[in-house]
């Protein structure tokens, strides 16, 4: 998902208004993005939950045959190549911003352009997550159920981040914002991956 102007439409919004002589009584229709504002995300992540939860259950209950393990284990795999290779890319951008090697639009840009790979590379860990039957008994596999929730959300969140620093001047709150999306989401992407490693050893 991009934050920039292209972003898919949930819904289409018609303001009106009127103005001084000259001005028009009705204003175009303006389609509301998913970044638009918090009621957006947060229902994006209420639903974004709800799948979770729902991946989780199939997860517990689906028992995938040999042939079919290996073939997730390899999109597993690809899948993390791909999302966490997108967001060490973009935390790259936002580094180099904050060093004074590139401009806030170029960053902001390079972030938006990377969403599409990173929500794919997520989906495809969780698509392919649910047919290699985790252990919801072990408090680790638990710890990263919760972490790849947490991962989630934090990107819906920096979605609308990066909606709201496009076109303008970054105030200190969005820095204080900016660092603290990186931080959970390095957090959860590293946590996921140890933890992964760890299971794949017993």
Not at 49 to 58: E, T
Not at 129 to 151: E, N, Q, Y
């Amino acid at each position: 998902m991009s934050a920039v102007p292209s972003d898919p439409t949930v819904s289409v919004l018609s303001l009106s208004g009127s103005g001084g002589a000259g001005a028009p009584a009705e204003r175009a229709a303006r389609p509301v993005g998913l970044f638009d504002s918090w009621w957006t995300v947060g229902g994006a992540a209420v639903a974004a939950s709800a799948a979770w939860a729902g991946s989780v259950w199939v997860s517990v209950h689906l028992q995938a045959d040999a042939a079919l393990h290996t073939v997730a284990l390899f999109a597993h795999l690809v899948g993390l190549v791909l999302g966490f290779g997108a967001v060490l890319v973009a935390d790259y951008h936002g580094l180099l911003w904050m060093t004074g090697r590139c401009t806030l639009r170029d960053a902001v840009g390079s972030a938006g352009r990377l969403h599409l790979p990173i929500w794919a590379g997520l989906a495809v860990l969780v698509l392919s997550g649910m047919m290699l039957h985790p252990d919801a008994s072990s408090t680790l596999t638990r710890i990263k159920l919760v972490l790849v929730l947490a991962l989630t959300l934090n990107g819906l969140q920096a979605g609308l981040l990066n909606k709201r620093l496009a076109g303008r001047p970054a105030a200190p709150r969005h820095l204080a914002w900016g660092g603290a999306t990186a931080l959970i989401s390095q957090i959860c992407w590293w946590g996921t991956v140890v933890i992964g490693f760890l299971n794949s050893r017993r």
